[in-house]
């Protein structure tokens, strides 16, 4: 299984960019994709989550300003990112858990990072 992202730049105070990411490969069922972020010197952090229902989950200081979403294909995950700020610089990670086979147990999957970057 592999998730390629993409979508990452620079971009000024205030500006909007999308990041994309599709998972690939022998997928049964996909419990959970979403981005995780992690900024120079931080620990990585969530920023946003999508389950198999839809159910979304957003870190406190996103809410408002980013938005994810899911492809048609279910195995296709955007964020949506508006109204960025400088706070906001990081190397952004796809991650989905998922099942590869109708046998019990998911297992985690990281993509290999988009970095943004906002300019105060």
């Known amino acids: 299984v592999q998730l390629q992202a993409s979508g990452g730049g620079l971009v000024q105070t205030g500006g909007s960019l999308r990041l994309s990411c599709a998972a690939s490969?022998?997928?049964?069922?996909?419990?959970?994709m979403g981005w995780y972020r992690q900024a120079p010197g931080k620990q990585r952090e969530l920023v946003a989550t999508i389950r198999g229902d839809g159910r979304t989950n957003y870190a406190d200081s996103v809410k408002g300003r980013f938005t994810i979403s899911r492809g048609n294909a279910k195995n296709t995950v955007y964020l949506q990112m508006n109204s960025l700020k400088p706070g906001d610089t990081a190397v952004y990670y796809c991650y989905s858990e998922l099942y590869r086979s109708v046998m019990p147990g998911a297992d985690d999957y990281w993509g290999q990072g988009t970095e943004v970057t906002v300019s105060s």
């Open positions: 490969g022998s997928i049964f069922s996909i419990v959970v």
